[in-house]
Each structure stands twice: as structure tokens, then as C-alpha cells.
């Protein structure tokens, strides 16, 4: 696991490697994020790309407090855009937008 400092020297591939094995790690906890804020679905319906990608994003809003969770959602319906779809970019960005409320990432929601 990488330092908090080393964080902030780590090049791409590096925090790729840490945000994968964070995710791994916290797997039942991230998926429970996950279903908690899904409005009358269940995780196993969604597509394991864009399963992934919301694994991957809750983990870095989870673990990551100094990254700006705006950031994060931003970047998050960029990719759902182009490596799935319009629509499962716009059902991340509201599981994305609930689960960052509800920790407290979203000031003044």
C-alpha cells in the first residue's frame, strides 16, 4: 500500500495499481456502497463494465478524500460515455452524486 506522500509522487500507473487494489480489498464494503444507492435495482443488473467503473469511482471518493469528488463524477460519465453508454453514464453520475452526499464529498448538497 502506497503512503499518503507517496501518493502524491505516484505517476498513473502507480495509483492505477493502488485504486485496483483498493477496490479489491474493500470489495464488500464498495458493492454494499454501491446497492445502498441504487433506486430500485440490483447490482447484478448492471453491465460488469460499468460495475467496475462505479467499484473503481466509489473506491477513489471512499479512499481518496483530497481528490475533489466532483472530479471524480466528472471523470467517471466521461468514460461510462465512451466505453458504454449515455445511459449508464447518466445512471453513474446519480449513484455517484448520492453516495458523495452521503459521505459528506459534495459541499453544500
Known sequence: ???QA???KAGPLEFAHELVEQTWNNLSQVDLLIQNHLKEWKQ???SASLNALLR???TEI???PK???K???NEMVEIC???VDPEAASLANGILHKLSATLGRLPGV
Do not use: G
Open 81 to 83: 460515455k465512451k466505453y
Open 1 to 3: 500500500m502506497l503512503s
Open 44 to 46: 447484478e443488473r448492471l
Open 67 to 69: 481528490t475533489d469528488a
Open 71 to 73: 472530479v471524480i463524477l
Open 56 to 58: 473503481l469511482a466509489v
Open 62 to 64: 471512499n479512499h481518496w
Open 6 to 8: 507517496t501518493k502524491l
